[in-house]
C-alpha cells in the first residue's frame, strides 16, 4: 500500500508538470483527490490494515494528499500569471496610434432654416401641426374655396391619385383640417411637402416645401396680420429689414396680398439678387375667406382670421446665396458639409 501511494504522487506530480490550463489541472485533481478519485479509493481500503500498519499507512497517505494540494496550487498559480504575461502580450494597446475619426451628421439646409422660422412663431404663441400628404381634393381644394371648375386649379399642376385624391399641391389643406379639429383662438404653424407636376430645373422641382400659417380668433384684423409677419421678417432678416405688402388674389383669403422684403443685398437699389427690382416676394397671406371659415364650422360673423404660405426652398436659397434648387435634393455630402 505504500509503495501504491507513492506511485499514486509520483503520477500526479508527472500529471501536473504536463498540464496546459486550469481545465487539465481540475481534470487531475478530481483523478486523485475527487470523491471517485486514485487516494481516496486507497483510504477506503484502510479498514482492512492491521492496527499497526494503519497509522503509519494513514499518515503517508495524508502527506500524500497534503503535498498533491500544495502542488495543485502552486501549478495553478504559474499557468494563471502565465496566461496574464500571455493577454498582456496580445492585447497591447498602442496609446500613440491617430484616432479614428467618427463623421457627425448635419442638418440639411432646409432643416436649420426651417427650425429657425419654426423658433420665431413658437416665439409668438404658434404651435406645430402636420397632416398627409395625400390628401382629399376636398382639403387641397374644395374646402379652400377653389371648386372642380376654377381657373386657380390649373396654376398648381396636381398630381391626381384618383378623382377625390391628390399629392397636396399646398399645405393651405392644414388649414380646414385643423379649424375642423379645433375651436378658435387658433395660432398654428404647418410646414411640410408639397408636390406639383413641374418638370425640375434649377427653380422648379416636383417636390417642394411650405410652411402655412393661420390665427383665428375674436377680432382678428389686418394690422394682426401685418405686425406678425413683419415681426417674424425682422427675427428672420434682421431688424433693419422692410417689408411691403401688395394687393393680391387667393380664392381662400379676402383681402389677399403677396408680402415683399427689401432686398437686403442692395436696400432697393436693384441687384442680381432681387433681379432689378429692389424687393423680393416672401410669401402669399390674406384674411381668411368667410366661405372657408363657414366649410369649417366657424361663424365668420364672430371669428376672423389671418392665413399665409411661404415656401421654403426659396427662403433657404437666398439665405445661403444657392442658385439652384436641385442641390437641396441631390443629397450630395460635398454641397451639405457646408453647412
Ligand atoms: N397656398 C398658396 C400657394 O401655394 C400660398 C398661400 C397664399 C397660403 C395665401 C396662404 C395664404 O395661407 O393666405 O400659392
Not at 498533491?68 to 496609446?95: F, G, H, P, Q, Y
Not at 463623421?103 to 423658433?119: A, R
Not at 381634393?137 to 379652400?144: G, K, S
Not at 433693419?240 to 383669403?253: E, G, L, N
Request: with cysteine; net charge negative; aromatic share 8%.
Amino acid at each position: 500500500m505504500k509503495a501504491a501511494l507513492e506511485e499514486i504522487a509520483k503520477k500526479a506530480f508527472e500529471e501536473l508538470a504536463h498540464s496546459q490550463d486550469l481545465k487539465a489541472l481540475d481534470a487531475v485533481r478530481v483523478k486523485y483527490l475527487g470523491k471517485k478519485g486514485e487516494l481516496t479509493a486507497i483510504l477506503k481500503q484502510m479498514g482492512k490494515l492491521s492496527a499497526e500498519e494503519r497509522p503509519v499507512v494513514g499518515q503517508l497517505a495524508n502527506q500524500v494528499r497534503a503535498d498533491i494540494e500544495e502542488k495543485l496550487e502552486e501549478t495553478k498559480l504559474n499557468l494563471e500569471s502565465k496566461m496574464l504575461d500571455l493577454r498582456l502580450a496580445c492585447e497591447t494597446l498602442d496609446v500613440t496610434l491617430p484616432g479614428s475619426k467618427q463623421e457627425i451628421g448635419k442638418k440639411h439646409p432646409l432643416t436649420i432654416v426651417l427650425d429657425e422660422i419654426k423658433e420665431i412663431f413658437i416665439g409668438m404663441g404658434f404651435e406645430i401641426a402636420q397632416g398627409p400628404e395625400v390628401e382629399l381634393d376636398y382639403y387641397n381644394f374644395e374646402a379652400l374655396n377653389v371648386p372642380k371648375d376654377h381657373p386657380a386649379r390649373d396654376t398648381q399642376d396636381t398630381f391626381y391619385i384618383n378623382d377625390n385624391v391628390v399629392l397636396r399641391t399646398q399645405t393651405s389643406p392644414m388649414q380646414i383640417r385643423t379649424m375642423e379639429n379645433q375651436k378658435p383662438p387658433i395660432r398654428i404653424l404647418a410646414p411640410g411637402r408639397v408636390y406639383r407636376s413641374d418638370a425640375v430645373d434649377a427653380t422648379h422641382s416636383p417636390l417642394f416645401h411650405q410652411i402655412e400659417g393661420l390665427v383665428v380668433d375674436k377680432n382678428i384684423t389686418m394690422s394682426d396680420l401685418k405686425g406678425t409677419l413683419e415681426v417674424f421678417v425682422k427675427r428672420l432678416y434682421g431688424e433693419d429689414s422692410v417689408v411691403r405688402f401688395r394687393p393680391h388674389h387667393f380664392p381662400f383669403t379676402e383681402p389677399s396680398a403677396e408680402m415683399d422684403v427689401q432686398c437686403f443685398n442692395c436696400h432697393g437699389e436693384g441687384c442680381p439678387l432681387c433681379k432689378g427690382e429692389g424687393w423680393i416676394e416672401i410669401l402669399g397671406c390674406g384674411m381668411v375667406h368667410p366661405k372657408v371659415l363657414k366649410n369649417c364650422g366657424i361663424d365668420p360673423e364672430e371669428y376672423s382670421g389671418f392665413a399665409f404660405g411661404m415656401g421654403l426652398e426659396r427662403i433657404v436659397m437666398r439665405r445661403y446665396n444657392i442658385n439652384d434648387l436641385r442641390l437641396f435634393f441631390e443629397n450630395n455630402v460635398r454641397f451639405l458639409n457646408q453647412f
